[in-house]
Structure formats: C-alpha cells, structure tokens
C-alpha cells in the first residue's frame, strides 16, 4: 500500500546510456514532482505536472524527459547519461487545490561510472 | 525571488534538552511553510506546515514551529530531543497560489544520548 513508489530504489549504468525511472502514486494526488537531491543533500525541482500538463519546467538539460502518462504517473527519462547526473531522483505527489505537504517517494540513487 | 535558508548545517544537543533548528525564508507574497525530515536512505517525511491561523503549530513526533511574520522565520522546536530524532530537517517554503515549493539546504540534527 505505499503510496509513492519509485522504481528502480538503485540505477548504475554506464555513461553514454539512456535510463528511465518510474514513479507511481496511489494517493489521488493531481500534481506530481521530480526532485533531484545532490552528495551535498541539497533538492532542487526538476518538473512538475499537474493533471496531466507540464506547469514546472526548470533550467534542467534537454538529455531529461518528463512524461506523465496519467495523473498517477510520472516517469523521468533520461539521454546521454553523464558522470554529474549522479544523484538521488526523488519523486513526489500532492494535492494541489490544497495547501498541503508533499508525500516523497523512497527516492532513486543513480550512479553514472 | 522565493529562497529559504538554515542558516546551520548542523544541530548538536544532548537527549533530553529541547532543540531548535531555524529556518529564515523570502517570499512576495503569503508564504505556506513547511518542515519535512529525511532519514538515511530514505525520502522525505512531511512533520508539519503553517497556512495561515494561529502562529504555533504542532506536528508530527512531538515537534511544533512558530511562525513570525516580522522575523520572516519558522523556526523548528520540540521540548525534549530523543536519540531518535537525529536525521536531516528541511525547511521549505510554497507562494500561496504558486506551484513551486522550494527547499533549504537542510540541517543535520545530532541527539546525543
């Protein structure tokens, strides 16, 4: 019954790869999130979508691919891996008519080597 | 622009002693704040958050923070520290009727026993 899962929890690949990572909510939630938390611990959005439509869309490379299929749903792709892309992919989901928190996934560790 | 800071990267206090960690934030508008805790290897936990009402307000695990408009701080309390308290705390701060919820850099707590 979790109610944001992420898959893979761990990704090593090599540079030059594509990779996806997959996020689902459970929770009935219009609005979902991409983090990307760094080695110093610091989280910086990546995008965001709310029903379906893409409403946050920060200065990330064009190798990062947001698609959210259905609102329970949002999968990060990702081109041409390079050795900064390494970091920990968080997930998220709320409700975005209300003013509350956020609920996280468990999180992603990509390793580019 | 929208910024939070912590203005610490790290809280020591011994168990038993209340403790305190402090967030400033930057907004243009009314602020939605919130805290969140992140354990080791894990995602983020949603503790509590202010959207408007009365200035002190409680949450999860036995923490409350209080809101001052005037010191634009909501700072992060809990009367008496467990050893299990120790993790990662973030502030973080959302424009009312904004979609984009922004991050401090976080502050690492330390219960020593």
């Known amino acids: 019954d979790t109610a944001v899962s992420q898959t893979p929890k761990y990704l090593v690949t090599q540079m030059g790869n594509d990779k996806s990572i997959k996020c689902e909510q459970n929770l009935g939630h219009d609005t979902m999130y991409w983090y990307k938390q760094d080695s110093k611990k610091f989280l910086k959005i990546m995008f965001s979508y709310n029903n379906k439509e893409l409403i946050i869309n920060e200065t990330v490379p064009n190798r990062f691919s947001p698609k959210s299929p259905d609102k329970a749903h949002l999968n990060l792709h990702i081109n041409s891996l390079e050795l900064g892309d390494s970091a920990v992919y968080f997930c998220?989901?709320?409700?975005?008519?209300?003013?509350?928190?956020?609920?996280f996934g468990s999180g992603t560790r990509l390793t580019v080597v | 622009a929208q910024s939070v800071a912590q203005p610490e990267d790290q809280v020591n206090v011994a168990e038993g002693n209340p403790l305190t960690v402090k967030c400033t934030y930057s907004v243009s508008g009314n602020p939605y704040l919130f805290w969140y805790v992140q354990y080791p290897n894990r995602g983020l936990q949603f503790l509590l958050k202010y959207i408007t009402g009365d200035n002190l307000v409680k949450g999860s695990y036995g923490f409350e923070a209080e809101f001052n408009k005037s010191q634009t701080s909501f700072h992060l309390k809990k009367p008496s520290a467990l050893v299990s308290d120790s993790a990662l705390y973030f502030c973080a701060v959302r424009v009312t009727g904004g979609f984009k919820t922004i991050f401090g850099a976080g502050t690492r707590l330390f219960v020593k026993a």
């Open positions: 998220a989901s709320s409700q975005d008519t209300l003013p509350t928190g956020y609920t």
